[in-house]
């Protein structure tokens, strides 16, 4: 008699298989989305810096400027989005004495300045 077909321990072999090789990979990839909201939210601390200059030339005076103040200089209400997708984040331009531009940035459940590798509440 000539059996054509799978038995039943080899589908549930592949499976099995299949199941351990998704869960492996899965993580991978929801590890490399967390690296790359970090990521993201850097780029805003750093977009937020590059409007020093311009905001010392209207302003002359040290100071912290919130977000909502720098949309005027180009900073685009979509870059102040969470990149996690979890509301938004809050940041503001500090203009030192001796004219340092430090942005500071704080995207909840995902990056805060100063915070390089941990996810924040920014409750500090």
Same mark, same amino acid.
């Given at each position: 008699m000539n059996k054509k077909g799978f038995t039943l321990?080899? $589908? $549930?072999?592949?499976i099995v298989i299949l199941g351990v090789i998704m869960a492996v990979t899965s993580s991978a990839? $929801?590890?490399?989305?967390?690296?790359?909201?970090v990521e993201e939210a850097k780029?805003?601390?750093?977009?937020i810096e590059t409007l020093g200059p311009e905001v010392w030339l209207e302003k002359k005076q040290p100071g912290? +400027?919130?977000?909502?103040?720098?949309?005027? +200089?180009? $900073?685009?209400?979509?870059e102040i989005k969470n990149p996690s997708g979890k509301g938004i984040c809050e940041g503001y331009l500090e203009i030192t004495e001796d004219k340092e531009f430090i942005g500071h940035i704080c995207c909840p459940g995902l990056y805060q300045t100063g915070s390089a590798d941990k996810p924040t509440n920014c409750s500090s």
């Open positions: 321990i080899e $589908l $549930l072999a592949v990839v $929801l590890k490399q989305k967390a690296k790359a909201n780029k805003l601390e750093h977009s912290k +400027y919130w977000l909502n103040e720098l949309t005027k +200089y180009g $900073l685009k209400s979509s």
